[in-house]
């Protein structure tokens, strides 16, 4: 059993003068850890990273999240992406409301997954044919089984850092500098389930050209998360991109754009409009659904005609397609309109440049590093374009940053290595509110530092 940090299992926190308590959620872990490994349904959730102890949730609105001691937090992990319009936003809601009254699941086809596949096509050119699925990791595990199937090649790249679903031949990082066949990065993945998986640094062009002339016609795709998000924020830089798209074309491997992320938050089109790349196959989930299961890949029509039941790469899912979840994805998806992106950078530049400011005031080696509605706070000086940079952060910095800002409120990613998500139902007063906590635990922190 591990306490909170400072002050044992009753966390009391500064608000406005008043005691915030964490008895409620404490006695919840305590139980959940009997019954679920580390107390939680996916590890992030537990707070290790950050060496503390997760509050539990109640409610949410707009901004904001309840825990189960009444305590109110500005949120930034927007259930890890997918509230890019707020929590319990009312269309969406409704949407979803109205869909169960006429039943949760029927494991045939409805209407509201056409509308939806065409949503998706025409927010996403590159996309010209979709598959919907549950999950993230389905998404990226099927557009991989899928590039190998149509090239009928084995070879996948992938790089370093970034994070695309608990899929076995993809929980692979290996070692930094020089490519690397893969070894699994957790257990019960055998070695020979990633031996066909390259691992390269994000952002080393030349690495990605090397592999594919040594590679060649083995080389069945690539992967990708056009703007990282899973080491924390990190940027492609310029010509990454490109150059993938260029070598695969050359070499007739495929290159896959994992948007599961970025798709619908950088831009309706997501990154690849952002970048203007055209993918062959692009995988989608979090904002896509809302906050419900609902997650999907497509790409180029003649790659996803290899699909079953047209093609010969099978794949399938009980609940695919689910009409609570398309009615939430087609609810969502026509709030993605231009005044919404714009709000967004607006109001990000203005949470990304307070906190830059309050670093800078406070002396702290910090620098945000930001695309639209994702950024990092990175606890060192330098800027970080791969998972080694990341790495070589100040990771304890950041646990104790993270522990000072929940004391004023600021709920946000439980590590270093995640990205903080604004959403249009936060505001000018709550950016600035977060500011405030910002600098004010940078200060807390420079003071510790001595
Ligand atoms: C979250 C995420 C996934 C996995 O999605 P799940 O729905 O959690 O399975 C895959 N790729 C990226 C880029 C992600 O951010």
Not at 113 to 121: D, F, P
Not at 215 to 221: H, Q
Request: aromatic share 8%.
């Amino acid at each position: 059993m591990h306490g909170y940090v400072a002050n044992g299992p009753v966390l009391r926190l500064r608000r406005y003068g008043q005691e915030m308590e964490f008895t409620r959620s404490f006695e919840l872990l305590n139980e959940a850890e009997k019954l679920l490994p580390g107390g939680v349904n996916s590890p992030v959730r537990a707070f290790r990273a950050v060496e503390g102890t997760p509050p539990f949730i109640v409610r949410a609105e707009g901004c904001r999240l309840t825990d189960a001691d009444g305590n109110e937090f500005i949120d930034y992990v927007g259930s890890w992406g997918p509230m890019l319009f707020g929590h319990a936003r009312t269309e969406v809601v409704r949407a979803v409301q109205e869909a169960a009254a006429d039943g949760l699941s029927f494991g045939a086809p409805t209407a509201r997954e056409v509308a939806l596949a065409r949503r998706i096509t025409r927010m996403i050119p590159s996309v010209e044919m979709v598959r919907l699925v549950n999950s993230g990791t389905e998404a990226t595990m099927s557009a991989i089984r899928l590039a190998r199937g149509f090239t009928g090649r084995a070879k996948v790249v992938k790089f370093e850092g970034c994070y695309h679903g608990h899929v076995d031949a993809l929980l692979a990082r290996a070692g930094s500098g020089a490519a690397t066949f893969g070894t699994p990065d957790s257990a019960g993945v055998p070695p020979g389930t990633v031996a066909d998986t390259v691992c390269l640094p994000y952002n080393d062009a030349g690495a990605f050209r090397k592999v594919c002339d040594s590679l060649g016609e083995d080389l069945a795709c690539v992967i990708v998360e056009p703007v990282a998000g899973n080491m924390g924020c990190v940027p492609p830089d310029a010509g990454f991109l490109e150059t993938l798209r260029e070598m695969t074309e050359d070499v007739g491997a495929l290159l896959i754009f994992d948007e599961v992320m970025t798709g619908f938050r950088l831009a309706p089109g997501g990154a690849q409009e952002l970048f203007g790349i055209r993918p062959d196959l692009t995988a989608l989930g979090k904002v896509l659904g809302g906050g419900l299961p609902l997650a999907a890949y497509g790409g180029r029509a003649d790659i996803m005609r290899q699909v079953a039941p047209e093609g010969p790469v099978y794949q399938a899912g009980t609940l695919s397609g689910n009409p609570l979840a398309t009615a939430a994805g087609l609810a969502q998806l026509e709030l993605c309109t231009p005044e919404a992106y714009e709000y967004l950078e607006e109001l990000s530049t203005r949470l990304a440049t307070g906190l830059q400011e309050a670093a800078e005031y406070t002396g702290i080696s910090a620098r945000v590093q930001r695309v639209g509605s994702m950024l990092t706070l990175f606890f060192t000086d330098r800027p970080v374009r791969n998972f080694q940079d990341a790495l070589s952060c100040d990771r304890r910095a950041f646990a104790r940053f993270h522990r000072l800002m929940l004391e004023r409120c600021i709920y946000l990613p439980p590590s270093q290595f995640e990205a903080w998500f604004v959403s249009t139902a936060h505001d000018r007063a709550a950016v600035d509110q977060t500011v405030e906590a910002a600098a004010a635990s940078l200060r807390d922190l420079a003071v510790e530092a001595g």
